[in-house]
């Protein structure tokens, strides 16, 4: 009797990773909307000082008018920030278009603290012309998780490098550490199911669903990794099909930028 093991099995990994997409998609929106009640903190403190001292000087026109030109711009703020949340929040069956610098800042908002803690060096090129048809909250989790394995990978005081380019009918995201490398002898086996370099953390699944979130999008990712003392490092790039504007003038880009993570 012939028995192909792998074939019974493929199934259940595909499921497996189907799974694991939705919960890290939930996951990721809870962390996103952590992330921005603390963000939204600081220009609600902003409201209610203004406001004490408008009641405070409030026999003084000039002053009262200072401090509601303030309060405007605190409004305009959280107004922003209410937007962008509004936009993930909503999901969608279909692919809309997005600028990716949309994505690449909240993926870094979402672990900014990780970032600051760890004192990272973050180096962004990320223009706003490059332009996606994509599921949002799918891509949103690529990108974090490549971020992840970034920050995972870096000692203290690294560096990580989010740059953006369009290139011709594709729009590509790169993302590179100065970490401790992937042996070549791995490389091969990198967006494999089950398999992981982190020993005793992590799935070995984050990777395996990137590339099918990818290839879904009909895109690519690909890795370039070094273990040279004085130059290791990893760089994953995401290749994507660049939005036609003139396929869909109806639907314009998410263009909506959040605070920079820094």
Do not use: W
């Not at 030109?69 to 069956?93: C, N, W």
């Not at 971020?147 to 203290?156: F, T």
Request: with cysteine.
């Amino acid at each position: 009797m012939d028995v192909h093991p792998n074939l019974d099995l493929e199934p259940d990994i595909t499921s497996a990773i189907e799974a694991l997409r939705v919960a890290e998609e939930r996951a990721l929106e809870g962390q996103l909307a952590f992330e921005i009640m603390h963000e939204i903190k600081n220009p609600i403190e902003a409201l209610g000082h203004l406001t004490y001292l408008t009641f405070l000087e409030a026999e003084k026109p000039d002053k009262v008018r200072e401090y509601m030109d303030l309060a405007e711009e605190q409004m305009v703020t959280i107004r922003r920030i209410v937007k962008q949340t509004l936009g993930f929040a909503k999901g969608s069956d279909t692919p809309q278009p997005i600028e990716l610098v949309v994505l690449a800042e909240a993926a870094l908002r979402i672990h900014q603290r990780t970032i600051q803690e760890k004192g990272v060096r973050l180096i962004k090129d990320l223009p706003k012309s490059a332009v996606a048809h994509v599921h949002k909250g799918e891509i949103l989790q690529v990108i974090s998780n490549l971020i992840v394995n970034a920050i995972d990978a870096l000692p203290d005081d690294g560096t990580i490098c989010l740059r953006l380019r369009k290139r011709r009918d594709e729009v590509q995201l790169t993302i590179a550490d100065n970490g401790h490398g992937i042996p070549r002898e791995y490389c091969d086996k990198i967006f494999k199911p089950f398999f992981t370099t982190k020993q005793d953390r992590g799935t070995g699944l984050g990777l395996a669903l990137s590339k099918r979130i990818i290839d879904r999008h009909s895109g690519r990712i690909r890795m370039r990794s070094s273990i040279r003392p004085g130059r290791s490092g990893t760089a994953f790039r995401i290749s994507l099909p660049a939005h036609n504007q003139n396929s869909n003038l109806n639907a314009a880009p998410q263009t909506d930028t959040p605070p920079a993570a820094a």
